[in-house]
């Protein structure tokens, strides 16, 4: 069986961003009908939160999507974290004001240090 590679679509941004220009570009040439299956690293590679929403619009363009790996590498979890902390940073600088945001920002650095470290003296210990 012959596989023709229609392109390669990347984008340097989290999973958490949905105006990534890749990730446009997939929906719109799903939509187009150019392509039958979509191969990704891991699933939150092509967005964090709302992936079976994706999935199942790619499914409706007849788009078949495969993960080479179910599990990321151990070095996700602390982009996990960073993403999440984004989420609260987002979310209280919208509450808070531009002002009010950049202090939150600042605490959940502070945080994330501390969380780092913690994690660094787990791993020790084991």
Not at 48 to 71: D, N, P, S, T, W
Request: proline share 2%.
């Amino acid at each position: 069986m012959w596989v023709t590679i229609k392109a390669e679509l990347a984008d340097v941004a989290s999973g958490l961003n949905q105006k990534r220009r890749g990730l446009a570009n997939v929906l719109k040439l799903a939509e187009q009908g150019e392509y039958k299956k979509l191969l990704i690293e891991y699933p939150d590679r092509l967005a964090r939160f709302g992936y079976a929403y994706i999935e199942r619009h790619l499914k409706y363009c007849g788009v078949e999507i495969i993960a080479i790996a179910e599990k990321e590498p151990e070095d996700a979890q602390s982009e996990l974290v960073r993403d999440l902390l984004s989420i609260v940073t987002s979310f209280s600088a919208r509450l808070y004001g531009a002002r009010g945001g950049k202090k939150v920002r600042q605490g959940f650095r502070e945080l994330m240090a501390g969380v780092e470290r913690d994690g660094e003296a787990e791993k020790e210990t084991d």
